[in-house]
């Protein structure tokens, strides 16, 4: 953003601070995820940077704590990576699935008290997740799920399905339902309509609902605290205790993990928006 | 014009209007399929046990079902300004004495100690004459237990009984405003050193007060840069807004402490600038200052992306025409384009302010004792103290809070115009 030259100076002064404050607040932003890097790679068991590592001396740095949250006897990070991958699979299938039909449902002009509907089916998003914890861990010790793979990801859809039915409904708010009209008029029964012409339209919303119920079911601690048993452990559960007891270099191997997977979702994230706006037609 | 010589009808014959009415209702039916699924899930899940959080913290029946022929027959009592007539002593002595066999009498005379001290000695005492077979049950009950101890003769007593009758209360709600019904029943104040869940409201308020100000303050600056800088440099510091926020919680909680802790970057920036010596660094975590830095990073995104919605939707031609017509860039900026984010504004500090008020992770990690906030009150009453329905009456008074913030948020933005990423 250059400044005209015929700017006086005092609103040249004020450009720059406000330059500067808006570097410093991206810096503020970004930069804790970056400490993490380097010292995921110390060679030392401290959580600080080492006279080694400021002088960029190789010795310094290892992969030693990358070992460790693979082999490591200790660690159950193994089982834990699987159980949260397994959790926030069928919790995002859960999630699309009940999500997109609502979506569906509720972007038709028919609906019946949308509003009202609207902001039950939101509300898991906006009431504070140490409530939903406790009444979806009533629910689940009175069905005998408590401590189950199936109580957590029942628990996760009931989170990851807002997101879902956000982003769906905002995709169908751009939709021309003359399209599904022109299939009908041509003898596509509703069910085939749907398949070829609505889900391909609608796909970037739903995956990036879906990318949302992801990383929800894969970041959630709150309520899995309340209804994992040692078997149901997941990554976020180990990360909480580690970070209570002792914070180890080893949390920070897998922090680096977890920020590269959020990396991609990212770029994922952002390749699906703009498609859906190339497909609506909307450009910026 | 008739409407019976003018009818249109359908093909069939059937007057038009009906049948468009039939198909009408026919689409009602088909929308509302669809969302039932996920309707009755979220009922069945979430909704109903929010309710059954709600008959938890109201519950008292414990006692109800422990003295049923006591409270039955102190229907009875009239008088309530003299001692209860022999057949409320004579089912007391009944109910009590099942208890006793069921070794279950200690609890009642814990929770009647809770309703009127000294409860505890005289229901013990009572207990011992029941187990020596002390109390003849052919002659007045109400005389041998008036004789065990003075306060059996003390009508207060026995009005303590009557008043846990109800099966429910509000004493669980009570406490979480450190309020407590003292013995004649009426609605008083803890002392004034143990009001503890006062402060913790007072600070969960405050905290998520400053967070959201914060969060302003530095959202709206780099809100309006990402807006108005070409689409090619924007998308790059987007990356800045996105990437934190798709980012695990508790990686950048774990990253806060490193940077935090006593030996962390930010102590050794200070130390280096000269600010602190370095014998004398800072405590900058398991405090207030640790929450609220950490607190305001993780919810600055929320922040920045509605302003950032509303303000790409602002023309730049406004700004130009606002100074084009003698305002300078402040005048043109505060008339102008501040109120055209207003709608914004709002979205964003609601939503940072409803994340805030229910945070637990964050404050528990970094926030020490007196970072600590209701939600992780909350969950301590969960898990070790086990009082489940004093943690269900706190989180529903939170939910109230938190639903009164939605209701206006939903006035004023409406919650179909929430946008993520």
Redesign the interface.
Known sequence: ?ALPSYTETR?RI?HYI??S??TF??F???A??F??FP?SFNAEEF???SEGMKNLDPDAFSLRWYKDMIYGTKNPWGLAAKNSFIIAIFATIGSII??T??A???S?R???YKGL????????M??????????????MA?AGLAATHTGIV??H??LG?P?V???V??TLSGFDHSVTRAAASLGSNPVNTFMKITLPLILPGVI?GGL?AF?TS??E??VV??LAGLENTTI?IQ??TG??EQ?SPT??AV?TC??LL??L??IS??LL?RRSERLRGIN? | MSSETKQILTTDGIPLEVSLKKAEKKNKIKAFLLVAPLLLFLVITYIFPIGDMFMRSVDDKMITNMLPKTFKAMEKWENLEELPPEEVYRSFYEDYKLLAENQQHGKLGQRLNKEKNGFNTITKKLFRQIKRNKIDESVSIKEQINKLHKRWRNVEYWLAIKRTAPPYTVAKYLKGMDMYFDSDGSITQVEEDRRIHRILWLRTLEIAFFVTLFSFFMGYPIAHLLATLPMKYSNLLMICVLLPFWTSLLVRTASWMILLQQQGLVNDFFVMIGLVGDDNRPEMMYNKVGTYVAMTQILLPFMVLPLYSVMKTISPSLMRAGKSLGGTPFVAFWKVYFPLTIPGIGAGCLLVFILAIGYYITPALVGGASGTLISNQIAFHMKTTLDWSFASAMGLMLLTGVLVIYWIYNKLVGVDNIKLG
Request: hydrophobic share 70%; net charge positive.
């Open positions: 953003m609103y004020w406000y330059l404050i808006c607040v991206f503020f932003l970004i804790p995820l400490v993490i010292l959580l600080v940077f009940l999500g039909l609502a569906l449902g509720l038709s028919h609906m019946p509907i609207m902001a039950t089916l939101i509300s898991p906006i009431v504070p997740l140490i409530i939903s914890g406790v009444a979806i861990f009533f629910f009175k029942l628990a859809i009931i399905t997101f039915v956000i982003t409904t905002a990036s949302f990383v894969f970041d601690v709150v605290l309340f976020p990360m909480w970070l209570r914070l949390i920070l922090a977890l920020i959020s990396t979702i990212l994230a952002e928006r910026r």
